[in-house]
């Protein structure tokens, strides 16, 4: 019984501080950004160079659009990228925690590519090849 009561301590424990970890500022401290700023950065950091006007792009295939990253995650990254001989690394000196912000959130205002079937020039194409 003993040991009952003490597995039920410690299983609260552990969620107790998993709730804890999850109340943390990391999901919440970010500011949102103003995506008209963010277009101008964009263009102005030259991020269209390699992910593309539309963010499609990336020479590895590193879409930005559609955005699935979180801010902290996205503003991790472009900080610290995983392969800074093919991205460079921007620091906060060169483009603000702000600036990404508006970055990030003007990723998020860009439309998704249409799904293929979707495309009626493809689709003519795939009638002519079958
Ligand atoms: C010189 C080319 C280049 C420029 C300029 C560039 N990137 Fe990248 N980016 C890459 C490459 C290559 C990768 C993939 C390598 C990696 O993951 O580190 C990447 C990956 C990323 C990723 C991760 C995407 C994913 O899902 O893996 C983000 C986010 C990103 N870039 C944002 C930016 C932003 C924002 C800017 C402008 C401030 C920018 N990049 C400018 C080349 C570039």
Redesign the pocket.
């Known amino acids: 019984m003993n040991r009952l009561i003490q597995l039920v301590c410690a299983v609260a424990l552990v969620l107790g501080s998993a709730a804890l970890f999850a109340q943390a500022p990391v999901g919440n401290s970010a500011a949102a950004g103003d995506p008209k700023n963010g277009k101008e950065?964009?263009l102005k950091?030259?991020?269209y160079?390699?992910?593309g006007f539309s963010a499609q792009n990336?020479?590895?295939g590193?879409?930005?659009n559609p955005m699935?990253?979180t801010q902290q995650g996205?503003v991790a990254?472009?900080r610290n990228?995983?392969?800074?001989n093919?991205?460079?690394p921007?620091s906060a000196k060169v483009?603000s925690d702000a600036q990404?912000a508006d970055?990030y959130a003007y990723l998020k205002t860009l439309p998704d590519a249409p799904a293929a079937k979707d495309i009626p020039l493809l689709q003519q194409i795939e009638k002519e090849v079958k």
């Open positions: 950065l964009f950091y030259t991020c160079g390699c992910h990336g020479p590895a590193n879409r930005l699935k990253m996205f990254l472009v990228p995983g392969a800074p093919r991205m460079p921007y483009i990404l970055i």
